[in-house]
Structure formats: structure tokens, C-alpha cells
């Protein structure tokens, strides 16, 4: 099912006879379920783009449609998206977190009663049940980050946008915060992520956009995009520089040797290579894979 | 709306509790600023002077100025300072509209606003040896300076939204209050008398200074007129932060950066 449509969407800023192309063609589609990595570098119209999908900055032109309405015109769109825009600065301070989450909930059109339903669950399932009392202003960054995620569930939207989910965050909160992506797009909700650290969005995306100067210059299924830009060549490590006698047998058959490094382009000569290198210690072998950063380089930086 | 009525409610008493000293200090200080302006006027006047009704219809201005200030910061400071903790957007994202969750928060904060003020009310009384009447009577004037006051917090509502740092501008403003509720506009003829009614808030804050110190009966004509004005300036306050809130969706900068 499509929950998330947006089709050429455009944005430009004039202030004191400049003109500013923030988004210049922008067209996305989501599904329940689907986890979209919107990558773009700083300035490319990430967030601009992800602001006109929640209502909050108007498009000159192009339209959204969430859940089948549009957020700009139908305030019942609302009710189906959630937001952490800029990092973790989406909650009150001065509250505890069980306050902020049960606040949020009426404020996002829940009644009383379900709102404190509701933040229960959140709280437990979140794991903050310890720090329900405690001040937003005295978490940890990871917590904060945790609440402010929980408090954009709080109505059950069924988009949720994520704005760098995962910035400032240490290695065991990235995690926790990671896991609780991919439980949330189980639950059948789609998400929309931008994030700079490319191995997380590698790790949780189905589909990767990448934006630059305000035109999505690719979009495509993660794993099929990794695949096209990984070639068949295998790579052998191995433990010490391979000897001269080796080397130019290995070289003949096709192979390509740096000191300890064997790069084997034709699969079929593989085993024949092997054969040669027995009994050697072998380090590591394997597909040389493209990684998400390789690929996000490489259309960034085309002119 | 009850709903979020309520949880605006709690939310405002929770932070107001929680944080009490920001809370005592603005209340110790807003009296300890007149009793300072009070002793040095009786220091120029000399000690056998006797101020009178005088007196307690400063005494009434200048609280109104302090609630005005109060419900000023709650929606205008409150703003700027949502816009710097990023809640501000998360409120835009809510399917009630800006305008209502901003006015039921104002709503809900008031009994507090009021509460408090009338703390101010009572120490200054208590300090200058000012005798004010309590009638019922105050209650219709008292709601037309609301309106006007929270039209005007509106205005710098949308203030806020469109520059982001009003704090000056918040600053020199406040010294213009001083002269809508200090200035006696009752007292005011002819063609002045027609200025004084178009002033925001004037016309309610004369009748509460006349019900208040000089134990007047309620003018029900100048009401309807004080009443309108506080309408009429409320509107105007929401139908304003409602533009600015639709420019800044188009300009792209409702959170502020």
C-alpha cells in the first residue's frame, strides 16, 4: 500500500534579489513497510523536502499526498505522519519523559485516556521505564533521542519521518536506535530517513534516493543498487607477500598481484589460482563488494 | 479541545511548579520595581502628601501592565523560545491549527497568570497601604483588557514567527504598555476622548481603575465600547499570527534558523 506520494515538488527562496533553488524536482513514492534512505550532501534539499511532505514549508509547485491526503490542504493528513526534525530537539526539557509523550499524544489529536495508554506502552517498549521521572534536560543524548522518537509514534502515524535519527549518538545507542527502525517498519509504518552515515542507511534502507542540488539523481532498491556498482572481481589477502614463482604463474593465468593482494577479475580461473596458492595462508576472500558510501561519491561528484 | 485544553493546563502548572524560583523572582520583582517607584515619589511629593484614589488607580495599571507583560511572555517569549528548542514545528504538525493550540495554551495559562498577579496585587496593596474594591463589576472591563492584551500578544506572536529575536524589540514594547494603562483616557475630551477609545486595551483598563480606586459604578456604555476594542484587537492579533504563520510556510522558515 502507497502511504507516502510526492510528485515534483519545487521550492526556491528569493531574499534581497537572490534566488535560492532549494528543491528543483523532487518526485518520491513510499510503501508500508519500506524504509527509504534519502541521502543527499549538506544543502542538497533534504530537509527542505522533508519539511514539504509534513506541511510545514509550502511547495511552489508539485504536491504531496499522504495516506491519500494532502497535508497542505487536509489537516486530517496530519494524523498520519510523524517527525524528528534536527536531531533531538523536538521535546520539552523541563518535562519528564512520560509528560512529553502523554502532552504530544493530545496535541497529535488523542483523547486522555488513550494518550496514557499509549505512553505506557511506549515507555516500556522503548526502555526508558527507569527514567520515566527523570527531566528531558537530564538524558542522555541516546535517551532523548529514543523519547523523541517515541513521541512521534505516540498517534500511530503511518509515515514516519526521521531527520538524522542517529547524529551525536554513541555506538550503543546507534544501535538501540537502529533496532528500533527496523522494529518500526516491521510494524508495517513507512519511513522516511536522511542520514550522512552511509553504512546505517546501507544497513536499514530497501531503497536509496540520493538528492543533489535539489534533484534526486538516483533512486533504486538498495541491494539491486550496490549490486550494479559491484563488479565480479574476487580479492585474496594473504598473510605475506606472495613469492616471485607464484606471482608470475598467477599473472598468467590472468590475475592481477600487489605484494599480498591477488585480484581475480574471471571467475573461471578462480580455482586455478588456488591450486597455486596452496597450501599459503589465506587472511580473507571474497566478492569485492561496493559499499553505499562508493556509490553516494560517485553521483555526488559528477559535474 | 477539552482534551488538549487540559493537558496544556497541566503542562504549564508542571513547569511552573517544577521551576517555582523563576516564578517568586518575577513576582518579588515586579513588586519591589513599585514600591521602588512608590518611595521615590513619596521621597519628591514629602512625607504629609496623600495620594489617594491617585494612587490606587496606579496601583491598578501597573498590575495590568505585569499581567499583560505575563501573558506576553507566554505567548510571544514562548514562541521564540519553542522556535529555539525545536518544538516549535511539532506544534504545526499538530491536526488542531496553530492559532487554537496557541490560544488554549494562553487560556490555560491565564488562571495561573491570574492567580499570580493578584499575589502582586495584594503585596503591593499591602506594601503602599492601598485600599482597591473587589466588585463584581470588574469582572466585564477586566475581560475586555484580556482580549485587547491577547490580541496584542498575538501581534508579537507573529512578530516572533516572521524575525525569530523580538527580544528587543519585546523590551521597548513593554515600555509602551506602561502608557496604555497608566494613561487616563477616562479623564480625556472632545476629539482625544475618540483616540482613547481606539487605544488597545485604554478604554477596559480606565473602567477598572474606576471601579477598582475610585469605587465608580460600572459605565455600561464605555463597556460596550471597551468590550469592542478588546474584540476587535483580539481579532486582529489572530487573523495576523495566522498570516504570519502561512508566509512563514511559504518562506520556509517556521522552525527558525
Known sequence: ?303 | MLSLFLAEFKRSFVQLRRYSSELIGGVVGTTIIFYGLFLSTQYIAGPGFQFGTRLDSIIVGYVLWALMLFIMGDIAGGLQQESRTGTLEQLFLSPYSASTVFLLRAIASLILNLTINLGILLLIMALTGSRLAFPPTLLPPLLAVLLGAYGIAFAMGALALTLKQVQQVLSVFQFGLIFLFTVPVESWTGSARFLGWLLPMAPGAGLLRGVMAQGAALDWGILAVALLNGAVYFLAGVALFGWAERRMKRLGKLGGY
Open chain 1, 1 to 303: 500500500m502507497l502511504i507516502l506520494e510526492a510528485q515534483n515538488l519545487q521550492k526556491t527562496y528569493r531574499s534581497r534579489r537572490q534566488v535560492f533553488t532549494a528543491v528543483a524536482d523532487v518526485s518520491l513514492k513510499l510503501a508500508a513497510g519500506e524504509v527509504l534512505a534519502f541521502l543527499g550532501p549538506n544543502g542538497a534539499g533534504k530537509t527542505t523536502t522533508i519539511k514539504m511532505i509534513a506541511g510545514l514549508i509550502l511547495p511552489d509547485s508539485g504536491w504531496v499526498m499522504v495516506a491519500g491526503r494532502n497535508p497542505h490542504q487536509d489537516v486530517r493528513a496530519l494524523r498520519a505522519i510523524g517527525a524528528v526534525l534536527e536531531g533531538n530537539r523536538n521535546l520539552y526539557w523541563r518535562l519528564t519523559p512520560i509528560e512529553n509523550l502523554e502532552y504530544f499524544g493530545v496535541l497529535r489529536g488523542l483523547s486522555r485516556r488513550v494518550a496514557q495508554q499509549h505512553s505506557r506502552d511506549l515507555i516500556e517498549r522503548f526502555e526508558l521505564g527507569d527514567k520515566r521521572q527523570t527531566l528531558v534536560q537530564n538524558l542522555s543524548r541516546g535517551m532523548q533521542q529514543k523519547l523523541a522518537i517515541a513521541v512521534a509514534l505516540m498517534h500511530d502515524p503511518q509515515l514516519l519521518l526521521l531527520d538524522e535519527p542517529t547524529l551525536g549518538l554513541d555506538v550503543e545507542a546507534t544501535e538501540s536506535v537502529k533496532r528500533l527502525i527496523r522494529e518500526i517498519a516491521a510494524e508495517g509504518r513507512a519511513i522516511l530517513l536522511t542520514t550522512h552515515q552511509l553504512d546505517i542507511a546501507e544497513e536499514l534502507s530497501n531503497r536509496v534516493a540520493v538528492i543533489n542540488q535539489g534533484e534526486i539523481v538516483v533512486e533504486e532498491p538498495t541491494a539491486e543498487l550496490i549490486r550494479q556498482f559491484s563488479d565480479s572481481a574476487y580479492l585474496i589477502q594473504l598473510e605475506q607477500p606472495l613469492d616471485t614463482l607464484r606471482a608470475s604463474k598467477i599473472t598468467a593465468l590472468g590475475a592481477t598481484v600487489e605484494l599480498q593482494q591477488i585480484t581475480i577479475r574471471d571467475p573461471e580461473i578462480l580455482y586455478s589460482a588456488l591450486e597455486i596458492l596452496r597450501p599459503l595462508p589465506i587472511v580473507t576472500m571474497g566478492r569485492q563488494q561496493a559499499n553505499l558510501t562508493d556509490i553516494f561519491l560517485s553521483f555526488v561528484r559528477k559535474p
